[in-house]
């Protein structure tokens, strides 16, 4: 059974940086589209990044993003790590968020990480 644990989540202040990690377990990784979701306070679940599947160990597959992180936030792989990354720049309160990494096929998602953006 595929799992997805997040980590990297933390508090940092306006305009700082993080960077998010989803390490997946199974087989097969590169080949499956992969996801960030965040779930602010008070709002519905959201999709903030994705990256498709299909690329070779450590090729970066074509990216898109939502239009709030687009320039600021950025996704990348490493299929010889089963890991996927989101590279948050320029963080703002609104980014406050619990993250989620997710794998749509079979609608798998991880336990997600807290990110708190505050003076």
């Known amino acids: 059974q595929v799992q997805l644990v997040e980590s990297g989540g933390g508090s940092v202040q306006p305009g700082g940086s993080l960077t998010l990690s989803c390490a997946a377990s199974?087989?097969?990784?590169?080949?499956?589209?992969m996801a960030w979701y965040r779930q602010r306070p008070g709002t519905q679940r959201e999709w903030v990044a994705e990256?498709?599947?299909?690329?070779?160990?450590?090729?970066?597959?074509?990216?898109n993003y939502a239009e709030s992180v687009k320039g600021r936030f950025s996704i990348s792989r490493d299929n010889a790590k089963n890991t996927v990354y989101l590279q948050m720049n320029n963080l703002k309160p609104e980014d406050t968020a619990v993250y989620y990494c997710t794998r749509p096929t079979g609608n798998i998602w991880g336990r997600g990480t807290q990110v708190t953006v505050s003076s």
């Open positions: 199974g087989s097969d990784f590169s080949i499956y589209r």
């Open positions: 990256v498709s599947g299909g690329g070779t160990a450590n090729t970066d597959g074509s990216a």
